[in-house]
């Protein structure tokens, strides 16, 4: 692919994520106002619309924090199957990794792409 190609995927990429994020936003902020209309306009006494407040505020904030909880992806390292750049690779259960056999491998799957872009872009 071209790089004019790329810069447009990731154009039409970013478009596509800020318009998810407007409609995610807009929905939130319609149900808060929806929710809001709907209970300041129930017959109600101050004390009982107190009282539902205080309840649905706690509500939402023990769903906002298991929201939360819930996308919150964890960062987990393995460090056996680390390479560092340029250095010494770690031996992983008692084998030692070749740094041949991978160089050789990174250059097969390099040829390999360049092999598909040509054919795609000719």
């Known amino acids: 692919m071209s ?33 809001a209309a709907a209970i300041f306009l129930a017959p109600k006494s101050g004390r009982d619309l107190r009282s539902t407040l205080n309840n649905q505020a706690g509500t939402l904030k023990e769903k906002t924090v298991q929201l939360i909880n819930k996308t ?11 390479i560092p750049i340029g250095g010494t690779p770690k031996a992983t259960n008692g084998e030692a990794v070749d740094e041949q056999s991978i160089r ?10 360049e092999e598909e872009e040509h054919k795609v872009t000719h």
């Open 3 to 35: 790089s004019k190609d790329n810069e447009l995927r990731a154009t039409n990429q970013n478009k596509s994520e800020d318009t998810s994020s407007s409609f995610l936003l807009g929905a939130l902020i319609g149900g808060l106002v929806g929710a």
């Open 72 to 82: 919150k992806t964890p960062v987990e390292v393995e460090e056996d199957n680390y």
């Open 104 to 113: 050789e491998k990174l250059e097969e799957a390099k040829k390999a792409f």
